[in-house]
């Protein structure tokens, strides 16, 4: 099976969104924090339903 580049990439991004949070959580910057975490991760999910979508056509 071949590896989905799309996939690792959106993964190990939100794995520096995640840290980055961290950070801003520590400072204080909740709002932003818990906006960006949202964000940031989504771009895993969206791809994962999209595969799944293609794969069923």
């Known amino acids: 099976m071949k590896e989905n580049i799309i996939l690792s990439k959106t993964f190990n991004f939100s794995l520096l969104i995640i ?3 961290e950070l801003l ?4 910057r909740f709002v932003i924090s818990n ?3 949202k964000s940031g991760t989504s771009i895993g999910a969206n791809d994962k339903r999209s ?3 293609r794969k069923q056509k």
Do not use: P
Not at 25 to 28: I, L, P, T, W
């Open 35 to 37: 906006q960006l975490l």
């Open 25 to 28: 959580h520590e400072q204080k």
């Open 19 to 21: 840290k980055y949070c």
């Open 51 to 53: 595969t799944k979508f």
